[in-house]
């Protein structure tokens, strides 16, 4: 494993280690991706090795451009053509139905597959070298931090992946809104930093016929990354407080000499000792590109408890709660420290 500078080598290289079913990790505007040949199931399966991901998870396939649209989905409703042209390159994954071609390692034996155009220079000199898919869902363990810098991802991985393309840290910050076009409503299936709003006014509908469901919820949704109720999640527990109650639960736990961790939208005021403090951006694009890398910082010092400060109730932060709700309930299960 190395952490590599992107330059003609680096992706030249990287090229013939995915050719070769090895696994490169990649960086994007939301975060970095695990990435191998998404027609090699042989490759695709050492990405679940590597993360401990379950089989029947399916994976995003990334593609160089919109025109590779129609070689991955054997239905590409107008819709997905108009989004393609208004998003991408950029954070938002289309469910298209499958080209049969699609290995069933990567849609996890499902009838859809998941596309995205990454909006990243690396990402992209990558896939046009490459001149096919490359599936690459987040670079880390399964259910873990997503990993927004390549030391992250070496953090996580070690030797488990052939190569890592430095492309700093990544834009965005967290993961692609995730959008269903398999049936005839459009249906966000992951909230991301593209609205149904911003969905909406491109495809001619009312941001109310956008609809957004949980793709945990069964039925005829498909399974999508990002959907299971325990996800993004520290080692160390995490609760959710909100901002009128942060003070009084802080003192609460100080005075059980519980070290406590704390990421809140306000400097430090209440009034006791805790392990460490760190404040967030007061905009939820700040919030979201800052939140996994002081996950890992919180998650990495040593604190008994993270209390993290309730964001704001507003729309725009929508896809920040659905980490945040999704981290807390899977967080917990280590000593404290990330391993």
């Excluded at 070690?158 to 959008?179: K, N, P, Q, W, Y």
């Excluded at 109720?229 to 942060?246: D, G, I, K, R, S």
Aim: with cysteine; aromatic share 4%.
């Amino acid at each position: 494993m190395a952490i590599v500078a992107p330059g003609p080598e680096a992706i030249e290289k990287a090229v013939g280690l995915l050719r070769r079913g090895e696994l490169v990790a990649l960086p994007t505007e939301t975060v970095y991706g695990l990435g191998a040949d998404a027609l090699n199931p042989e490759a695709v399966a050492r990405i679940f090795a590597a993360k401990g991901r379950p089989a029947d998870h399916p994976l995003i396939v990334h593609l160089p451009d919109a025109e590779h649209l129609t070689r991955w989905a054997s239905r590409v409703p107008r819709e997905a053509i108009a989004l393609a042209r208004a998003f991408w390159p950029g954070p938002l994954t289309l469910i298209l139905p499958r080209d049969p071609m699609v290995p069933d390692a990567v849609t996890g034996g499902q009838d859809t597959v998941g596309l995205r155009v990454p909006g990243h220079p690396v990402a992209l000199a990558l896939l046009k070298a490459f001149d096919s898919g490359i599936a690459a869902p987040s670079a880390n363990r399964f259910g873990r931090i997503s990993p927004t810098t390549a030391q992250h991802v070496e953090e996580e991985l070690g030797d488990r992946v052939a190569m890592i393309l430095d492309g700093g840290a990544c834009d965005v910050g967290i993961e692609s809104t995730i959008l269903d076009l398999s049936g005839n409503i459009p249906r966000i299936l992951r909230p991301g930093a593209i609205s149904a709003e911003r969905i909406a006014a491109v495809i001619g509908r009312m941001p109310e016929q956008v609809t957004k469901v949980s793709a945990a919820s069964g039925g005829t949704t498909p399974r999508v990354s990002g959907s299971l109720a325990a996800h993004y999640a520290p080692t160390t527990a995490l609760v959710l407080v909100e901002h009128a109650e942060l003070d009084a639960e802080i003192r609460r736990r100080a005075a059980n000499a519980e070290r406590i961790a704390v990421y809140a939208r306000h400097a430090d005021n209440a009034g006791v000792s805790v392990h460490i403090w760190l404040r967030a951006p007061d905009t939820a694009e700040a919030y979201a590109h800052d939140l996994y890398a002081a996950l890992r910082a919180l998650d990495a010092s040593g604190a008994d408890m993270i209390l993290l400060e309730t964001p704001p109730a507003d729309p725009e932060w929508s896809a920040i709660h659905d980490r945040l709700g999704r981290a807390a309930v899977g967080s917990g299960t280590g000593t404290g420290t990330a391993t």
